[in-house]
T-cell receptor, first 114, second 113 residues
Framework: EPEVTQTPSHQVTQMGQEVILRCVPI?????FYWYRQILGQKVEFLVS????????KSEIFDDQFSVERPDGSNFTLKIRSTKLEDSAMYFC????????????FGPGTRLTVT | AQSVTQLDSHVSVSEGTPVLLRCNYS??????LFWYVQHPNKGLQLLLK??????LVKGINGFEAEFKKSETSFHLTKPSAHMSDAAEYFC???????????FGRGTSLIVHP
């Protein structure tokens, strides 16, 4: 069964450094998402991406964040200058359509900012 | 606008007894509703979904949920809990407009031997 993959599984970085989190969505899916889950808190929507552009973003997704689909298979989330509060589990998800279609989630990348 | 309320942050049951995880939603449109499960240090796995067909939805691992429009609820049930069901469960709503899924805060299911 096809699945969403994410790399790395765990990333440790120092405050102020740039990080890139990578995701490979399911190949025929059209909609892509990033979520984050701070330890012990709810899963929060960050951004959605469709047709090579951001379709929606939350207030969390500020100028420090960017997303890209550089080569038709990878979907990346970049944090330009990490802060301590960026420490969280980041989930990538994809789905074929909107309305009734479920999202398929990757296993997540745990980002630790020291 | 849409929102999801999971009424219990923790539910504790004994193995072999029924499970009930409660979810209420609000939506300006006819919603699609989902339950996801997250085992420790794992990603999110879809348990079941409601998409305006049958109101009683059967999912994996013996779970089912009933969509009740009049009560705006989508509670998750299982007749008999298993130790392997211990996990975090998320109720999710997705509706018209942007269809961006909104997650509930999650319910931690604890299963005692």
């Amino acid at each position: 069964e096809p699945e969403v993959t994410q790399t790395p599984s765990h990333q440790v970085t120092q405050m102020g450094q740039e990080v890139i989190l990578r995701c490979v969505p399911i190949s025929n899916h059209l909609y892509f998402y990033w979520y984050r889950q701070i330890l012990g808190q709810k899963v929060e929507f960050l951004v959605s991406f469709y047709n090579n552009e951001i379709s929606e973003k939350s207030e969390i997704f500020d100028d420090q964040f960017s997303v890209e689909r550089p080569d038709g298979s990878n979907f990346t989330l970049k944090i330009r200058s990490t802060k301590l509060e960026d420490s969280a589990m980041y989930f990538c998800a994809s789905r074929w359509g909107q309305a009734n279609y479920e999202q398929y989630f990757g296993p997540g990348t745990r980002l630790t900012v020291t | 606008a849409q929102s999801v309320t999971q009424l219990d942050s923790h539910v504790s049951v004994s193995e072999g007894t029924p499970v009930l995880l409660r979810c209420n939603y609000s939506s300006s449109y006819s919603p699609s509703l989902f339950w996801y499960v997250q085992h420790p240090n794992k990603g999110l796995q879809l348990l079941l979904k409601y998409t305006s067909a049958a109101t009683l939805v059967k999912g994996i691992n013996g779970f089912e949920a009933e969509f009740k429009k009049s009560e705006t609820s989508f509670h998750l049930t299982k007749p008999s809990a298993h130790m392997s069901d211990a996990a975090e469960y998320f109720c999710v709503v997705s509706a018209g407009g942007s269809y961006i899924p909104t997650f509930g805060r999650g319910t931690s299911l604890i299963v005692h031997p």
